[in-house]
């Protein structure tokens, strides 16, 4: 992990055009600006797990529906004549 220090209005580059800067410091908190294309989605990491979290869920609930369907359909083939 690289550690930075920053003060208001200086920035951080991430690459050539993603771009983090320092807006305001108070008390224990840090107000942050991110300049970055719209095709990057940007976060706080907290969503980004509740959302990962989620994904996985259906994921999970989908597979065990495709799952049942799959069986009761093996199980109501009508017998070949």
């Known amino acids: 992990m690289l550690v930075l220090t920053r003060k208001?209005?200086?920035?951080?580059?991430i690459g050539d055009n993603i771009v983090i800067t320092v807006l305001e410091t108070r008390d224990d908190a840090v107000s942050i600006g991110i300049a970055a294309p719209k095709s990057i989605t940007v976060l706080r990491s907290e969503l980004y797990e509740d959302v990962k979290r989620e994904n996985m869920s259906v994921l999970t609930n989908d597979?065990?529906?495709?799952?049942?369907?799959?069986?009761?359909?093996?199980?109501?083939?009508?017998?070949?004549e």
Not at 69 to 80: A, F, M, Q, V
């Open 8 to 13: 208001k209005n200086q920035s951080i580059m």
């Open 63 to 80: 597979m065990a529906s495709a799952l049942a369907i799959k069986n009761l359909l093996k199980t109501e083939k009508s017998p070949k």
